[in-house]
């Protein structure tokens, strides 16, 4: 996920602990979810929230930038960021799977971290996981988190170059109308898909992108208005009480 130092320093963004907190609320939702299901039904949810977080920060990083972006530096910090704790846990995922899992899920599991490494990884479980009657519970694939990765992953390689060409051609508006427009598109595709192919729905960035772009909108919203401490804490007490729900 983006780093606190990834937004400190642009310009566009000063560190903000409401998100260091929203981000801690949506880990632990997520954890307690894993750990059992009834404890927090909804815990789920925690996946949602980053991916609005993730869009927030990302857009503000690139929006800073200006016409000092570099596609090499941007990708380069999130290289530096995601890679070497996403290999490791990889690497003793798969010796732990060797010594443990039976030969056949082996292979599932490398095929997996294949993907994994290649980004791919929302891709691979919505091709191969198995999800009919018989299928094993999903707390036995090892490396199914990390599709959430590969979602992130494969929209910091689609929206810095969009923003820059909005942002050359229209300016401000233009990003924020083909903004509004990919999102309506991306949750259409999420509801035509959910019924004829839900893991499509649930895996694929195209289905997934709204939730990114919800937060690049409210980052371009928020950029040029001035909201009072009242209004923002009203804001942040109804969103907290949208997530409860």
Sequence with gaps: WPSERDFMSSRALAYRPDIDGLRALAVLAVTIF???KQWLPGGFVGVDIFFVISGFLITGIIYGKGDGFSFADFYGRRVRRILPAAIFVTAITLVAGSLLMMPSDVKDLSGSAIAAALSAANVYFWLFLDTSYFAQSSETVPLLHMWSLGVEEQFY????????????????RLLAAAAVIIAIASFAVSEYYVARDP????????????????????FLWQDSRRISSTVANAAGIFGLALIAG
């Excluded at 390689?157 to 401000?172: D, E, F, H, Q, Y």
């Excluded at 729905?201 to 990114?212: D, I, N, T, V, W």
């Design 34 to 36: 894993h750990f059992n």
């Design 157 to 172: 390689l689609v929206w810095p170059a969009l923003m820059i060409i909005a942002m050359k051609l229209g300016g401000k």
């Design 199 to 218: 893991s499509f729905a649930y895996y694929m960035l195209p289905s997934r992108a709204g939730e990114l772009l919800v937060g690049a909108l409210l």
